[in-house]
């Protein structure tokens, strides 16, 4: 924190001198120079994934989005809240992919004060539908920085120790209108081991800087909209746990989507405890749901924590996508191509690879581009040339059945 301080802002020191990374080659091309740029752009995502550290997989994360005046500018296009809604939406999806037993809600804040979007849950459908629905909303007023963490508080302080508290703000002011003392909430978010992550659209400012340090969160200011989708991807994967996050076994129970349980009289539809409030009108009665094994209380999605008898309930494959955070798929060997006999094929997309450098999985010794070498570790988590082995040496086991 310090470091960066004493090395003070960008526009105070030298100019970057970026265009002296490109270089012509012998026929005058550049093209050499910016495939090796997207490349090390690209190789930069794998290298900032630190092992061996401890995850909070069962993450609860609220997304706060300023809807003031000063989202209303248009360095973003269309408007800095147009272009914010569209990314967003990309980051649920792949925030619920990534994260299956996790669990997201929406904020807003506008006019000085802090509304509640969606509730914790589930559901990216929801939260993508109730955003879209910010489209129509007028920019009004100032945000409420403070108001807006007190209403995360409300939700996350319930939530159970061994599980990941996260905030991220996508703030588009330069200011933040509290009515009280916001020093007081933020030590109140370090002593719930709340997570606060802010992404700034405008410029630095100091509140939201002190906010990021004290919780242990991050803060950065956007450069365009490429970097602002970098930084909102950078909140997908899991955070390392705190120390203050407690260790414990987890009782979860496995439901079944299922007709409701008496299946001898006429189907009925019933309302689901998520919907139990009233304040989703109708919404809430359907024949079919998620029943707790344990309590038989009936429930729309998944995971979500029983409010009758308090079991955490998830679906099983969604379990199991979780396992690559435990233990994920260690990075392929980097090669350079002059180094190989001939010329390499990747074995994933069968396509010849025309880059300076191959990617090389040490336990199977397969080749992979970098395209593939990126998806595989970001979204498959598995080796193809593994699994195929793996599914080779299966077959070979089972006897033939003539």
Same mark, same amino acid.
């Given at each position: 924190?310090?470091?960066?301080?004493?090395?003070?802002?960008?526009?105070?020191?030298?100019?970057? @001198?970026?265009?002296?990374?490109?270089?012509?080659?012998?026929?005058?091309?550049?093209?050499?120079?910016?495939?090796?740029?997207?490349?090390?752009?690209?190789?930069?995502?794998?290298?900032?994934?630190?092992?061996?550290?401890?995850?909070?997989?069962?993450?609860?994360?609220?997304l706060i989005i300023d809807m003031s005046s000063s989202m209303n500018d248009q360095d973003l296009k269309p408007t800095r809240l147009l272009s914010s809604i569209k990314l967003c939406e990309k980051f649920i999806e792949e925030y619920f992919d990534q994260n299956p037993i996790s669990?997201?809600?929406?904020?807003?804040?506008?006019? @000085?004060?802090?509304? @509640?979007?969606?509730?914790?849950?589930?559901?990216? !459908? !929801?939260?993508?539908?109730?955003?879209?629905?910010?489209?129509?909303?007028?920019?009004?007023?100032?945000?409420?920085?403070?108001?807006?963490?007190?209403?995360?508080?409300?939700?996350?302080?319930?939530?159970? +120790?061994?599980?990941?508290?996260?905030? #991220?703000?996508?703030?588009?002011?330069?200011?933040?209108?509290?009515?009280?003392?916001?020093?007081?909430?933020?030590?109140?978010? *370090?002593?719930?081991? &709340?997570?606060?992550?802010?992404? +700034?659209?405008?410029?630095? &400012?100091?509140?939201?800087?002190?906010?990021?340090?004290?919780?242990?969160?991050?803060?950065?200011?956007? #450069?365009?909209?490429?970097?602002?989708?970098?930084?909102?991807?950078?909140?997908?994967?899991?955070? =390392?746990?705190?120390?203050?996050?407690?260790?414990?076994?987890?009782?979860?129970?496995?439901?079944?989507?299922?007709?409701?349980?008496?299946?001898?009289?006429? *189907?009925?539809?019933?309302?689901?405890?998520?919907?139990?409030?009233?304040?989703? +009108?109708?919404?809430?009665?359907?024949?079919?749901?998620?029943?707790?094994?344990?309590?038989?209380?009936?429930?729309?999605?998944?995971?979500?924590?029983?409010?009758?008898?308090?079991?955490?309930? &998830?679906?099983?494959?969604?379990?199991?996508?979780?396992?690559?955070?435990?233990?994920?798929?260690?990075?392929?060997?980097?090669?350079?191509?002059?180094?190989?006999?001939?010329? =390499?094929?990747?074995?994933?997309?069968?396509?010849?690879?025309?880059?300076?450098?191959?990617?090389?999985?040490?336990?199977?010794?397969?080749?992979?581009?970098?395209?593939?070498?990126?998806?595989?570790?970001?979204?498959?988590?598995?080796? =193809?040339?593994?699994?195929?082995?793996?599914?080779?040496?299966?077959?070979?086991?089972?006897?033939?059945?003539?």
């Open positions: 924190m310090a470091d960066e301080e004493e090395k003070g802002y960008r526009w105070e020191t030298e100019y970057e @001198k970026t265009w002296e990374a490109l270089i012509e080659d012998d026929s005058g091309s550049l093209q050499a120079s910016v495939d090796d740029i997207i490349q090390k752009a690209k190789k930069r995502k794998l290298l900032e994934k630190i092992g061996n550290i401890r995850l909070g997989m069962m993450r609860h994360l609220f669990q997201l809600g929406i904020l807003t804040t506008r006019n @000085k004060r802090a509304e @509640k979007l969606t509730e914790l849950g589930g559901n990216p !459908r !929801r939260h993508i539908t109730a955003l879209q629905g910010l489209e129509e909303r007028a920019c009004q007023g100032e945000p409420s920085l403070q108001n807006s963490m007190e209403l995360a508080i409300q939700t996350l302080k319930h939530m159970p +120790g061994h599980a990941s508290r996260e905030v #991220l703000v996508i703030l588009g002011s330069l200011s933040t209108c509290d009515p009280g003392d916001i020093d007081a909430t933020i030590k109140t978010l *370090e002593e719930l081991n &709340v997570r606060c992550s802010v992404i +700034g659209l405008a410029a630095e &400012v100091r509140v939201c800087k002190k906010l990021c340090h004290n919780t242990q969160g991050k803060y950065n200011v956007i #450069l365009d909209e490429t970097h602002f989708k970098d930084l909102l991807y950078q909140h997908v994967s899991p955070p =390392p746990a705190t120390s203050n996050t407690e260790s414990s076994l987890i009782r979860m129970g496995f439901p079944h989507h299922t007709l409701n349980a008496d299946r001898d009289r006429e *189907e009925k539809p019933s309302m689901c405890m998520c919907h139990a409030d009233g304040k989703s +009108g109708s919404q809430g009665f359907s024949n079919s749901g998620y029943f707790c094994p344990q309590c038989k209380s009936k429930y729309c999605e998944l995971p979500i924590e029983c409010k009758a008898c308090g079991l955490t309930l &998830v679906s099983a494959p969604h379990l199991a996508r979780s396992y690559h955070h435990l233990f994920p798929l260690p990075s392929f060997k980097e090669t350079p191509v002059s180094d190989l006999s001939a010329n =390499p094929k990747c074995y994933s997309c069968q396509v010849q690879i025309t880059e300076q450098n191959v990617y090389t999985c040490e336990s199977c010794c397969q080749l992979f581009c970098l395209d593939c070498d990126l998806f595989i570790h970001e979204t498959l988590h598995s080796c =193809p040339g593994c699994s195929s082995f793996r599914a080779t040496q299966l077959q070979s086991q089972i006897p033939m059945i003539t």
